[in-house]
């Protein structure tokens, strides 16, 4: 039977705001380089009127938000649960997303409060650093979750950032057992270094006692998750949790596993100038390959090829005449 979509993600609904900085800044701040930092609203009003005047972009975002994105760029039918306010940025959320043509629960479901805001601050070296309001998406719960939209999915994606709150949580432990108990394949993304040092336990919860059927992540999360020394040491642990998994490696490229075989992607060394939403893309053009034929192997070539792109312009999506440009050359 087809299903009606092809991924459907749960995740935070946050406006991105980019900023080009200096490492100076970063310092003079008090800003914690390469990470995701929750803040208060006191606190990003703070930094965001130290950087008054310069001039940054907007965008709806999000990693599981990039992520399902990606795929509808690339035609997918794809679905994104998620909570804003009745504000403008929240009406900016949505119709970003409706234009971008990802369904949602937030046409007629906006709450009382704030939309979430992500600082993204972008160094020289490419490097990203978040400080994130979560405004309303703080109470994201399993009632933003429509169990019949989930079911008519192919596969579920389960942000990562979901385990740093209860409500968040028990919203992914909700979605995962309501896939699984329909046939719903489940993948997971680690989303952050230091939220998978902190919140080992949580995401363990979210997992459950039967393997998930697909994990994404980055070399640091992979060693982070499994306390492992090595890449080599991870893959052998990750097994344990996951049927595949995909590594993104930085630069060098990914690791795929597809239950059976290993692929190791070798990528083209490129000049970076902004690594937001690299592993994002990664993961929405890897499942848009997976659920239209194409072997794992395959996949984290697209993915790859997608992610170096990405990552030589700024922003966390590539335009939709860039990402087909790169599907038209890797998945005739």
């Not at 938000?65 to 504000?87: E, F, M, P, R």
């Not at 409060?113 to 490419?126: F, Q, R, S």
Request: hydrophobic content about 40%; some cysteine.
């Amino acid at each position: 039977m087809t299903k009606k979509y092809k991924v459907f993600g749960i995740g935070n609904a946050l406006v991105d705001m980019e900023f080009e900085v200096s490492e100076s800044f970063l310092n003079d701040n008090k800003v914690e380089k390469g990470l995701m930092t929750l803040v208060e609203r006191e606190r990003q009003v703070e930094l965001l009127n130290s950087l008054d005047g310069i001039q940054h972009k907007r965008s709806c975002g999000g990693s599981a938000a990039n992520t399902i994105i990606a795929g509808a760029q690339l035609g997918a039918n794809n679905y994104y649960s998620c909570k804003v306010a009745s504000d403008e940025t929240g009406e900016f959320y949505y119709k970003d997303m409706k234009e971008i043509g990802v369904h949602s629960n937030i046409e007629n479901a906006r709450f009382d409060g704030e939309t979430g805001k992500c600082m993204v601050l972008i160094t020289p070296d490419a490097d990203r650093t978040m400080n994130t309001f979560l405004g309303i998406t703080s109470t994201y719960s399993r009632e933003e979750i429509i169990p019949d939209e989930l079911v008519d999915s192919e596969w579920l994606y389960i942000e990562g950032y979901l385990v740093t709150g209860p409500g968040s949580k028990d919203a992914a432990i909700f979605a995962r057992e309501t896939a699984q108990k329909n046939d719903v394949k489940v993948a997971l993304t680690f989303s952050d270094p230091g939220i998978v040092a902190h919140f080992k336990d949580g995401f363990k919860e979210i997992m459950g006692e039967t393997k998930l059927d697909l994990i994404f992540c980055n070399e640091a999360e992979a060693l982070s998750f499994t306390e492992k020394e090595s890449l080599e040491e991870a893959m052998v642990e990750m097994k344990k949790y996951t049927r595949a998994f995909a590594i993104t490696t930085g630069p060098k490229g990914a690791v795929i596993w597809d239950g059976s075989d290993v692929t190791y992607v070798l990528t083209n060394k490129v000049d970076a100038v902004d690594t937001n939403g690299a592993g994002d893309l990664f993961a929405g053009s890897f499942l848009y390959a997976i659920t239209n034929g194409y072997s794992f192997g395959e996949a984290g070539r697209f993915a790859c090829a997608c992610s170096s792109k990405l990552v030589t312009q700024f922003g966390a999506r590539l335009k939709s005449d860039q990402i087909n440009a790169i599907k038209a050359q890797y998945l005739s």
